[in-house]
C-alpha cells in the first residue's frame, strides 16, 4: 500500500462546477503540499500546510491532522485548471524526504 | 516563473553513457532537491544539497550523483545510463533546509535514453 494515496485517479468536470481531489496517507508528516503540472511538464507548488485551511483565489486547501486526510477544492472550475494535481508529504521522522501521491487528472470541459 | 532555472530541456543519449544536469536555484534560496519522475514510478526523491552540503538522500541510484557549488547551483551526474532511466528530471528550491516549506520547482529536463 502506497503511503499517500490520492482520489480520484481521474476527474472530468463541465466549466463552473465544484471538484475536489482528496489525498490520505498513512505516515505522520510535517508538511503537506499540493502541486499542480500541466501537460508539457512544468511543476507549480500551490500550497503548503500543516494544518488547517488555506485559500489562493478560486483554490482551497485543507488539512486534517489526524484523519490523516487533505483536500484541494476548486471553485468555478475553468478548462485552464485542466492538470495533473499531486499530494505529497513532508515525513514528520525526517523532514528532508517528500513522499508522492501518483496524481489526479483532471479535465474540466467548457 | 518560479526563479529555477534547469538545463538543458531535453538530452537524447545512448545507454551507457554519462550525462550532466544543470540546477540553478532562486536568488537567496540555499536548498537545492532533485527529483526524477518516470511513467512507471511517479515522482520520486533523489537528493537534497543544502548550501554546498549533502543533507538527504531518497532513491538515487549508486550510479547517480549530485554536488552543489559555491555559487549554489547543482549538477546531477547519471552515468553507466539505461532504458530505465530515461525520465523527466526536476529540481526545485527552497530558502531553508527541508521539505517543511514552500518549494519553487524548474521546467525540468527530459532525458531520453535510446
Known amino acids: 500500500k502506497n503511503e499517500v494515496e490520492q482520489s480520484p485517479q481521474n476527474l472530468t468536470a463541465q466549466e463552473e462546477e465544484f471538484i475536489t481531489i482528496n489525498c490520505s496517507y498513512s505516515?505522520?508528516?510535517?508538511?503537506l503540499h499540493w502541486l499542480q503540472q500541466h501537460p508539457g511538464g512544468g511543476i507549480v507548488s500551490l500550497f503548503m500546510l500543516s494544518s488547517g485551511k488555506k485559500k489562493h483565489g478560486r483554490l482551497i486547501a485543507t488539512i486534517n491532522i489526524q484523519e490523516k486526510h487533505s483536500s484541494l477544492h476548486i471553485t468555478a472550475s475553468h478548462p485552464r485548471d485542466s492538470a495533473v494535481y499531486i499530494c505529497?508529504?513532508?515525513?514528520?521522522?525526517?523532514?528532508?524526504?517528500?513522499?508522492f501521491g501518483t496524481g489526479t487528472r483532471l479535465q474540466v470541459f467548457p | 516563473d518560479s526563479g529555477v532555472t534547469q538545463t538543458p530541456k531535453h538530452l537524447i543519449t545512448a545507454t551507457g553513457q554519462r550525462v550532466t544536469l544543470r540546477c540553478s536555484p532562486r536568488?537567496?534560496?540555499?536548498?537545492v532537491y532533485w527529483y526524477q519522475q518516470s511513467l512507471d514510478q511517479g515522482l520520486q526523491f533523489l537528493i537534497q544539497?543544502?548550501?554546498?552540503?549533502?543533507?538527504a538522500k531518497g532513491n538515487i541510484l549508486e550510479r547517480f550523483s549530485a554536488q552543489q557549488f559555491p555559487d549554489l547551483h547543482s549538477e546531477l551526474n547519471l552515468s553507466s545510463l539505461e532504458l530505465g532511466d530515461s525520465a523527466l528530471y526536476f529540481c526545485a528550491s527552497s530558502v531553508g533546509g527541508t521539505h517543511s516549506e514552500k518549494l519553487f520547482f524548474g521546467s525540468g529536463t527530459q532525458l531520453s535514453v535510446l
Open positions: 505516515v505522520g508528516i510535517s508538511a
Open positions: 505529497a508529504v513532508s515525513l514528520r521522522r525526517n523532514t528532508d524526504k517528500l513522499i
Open positions: 536568488s537567496g534560496d540555499l536548498s
Open positions: 544539497y543544502y548550501n554546498g552540503e549533502e543533507r
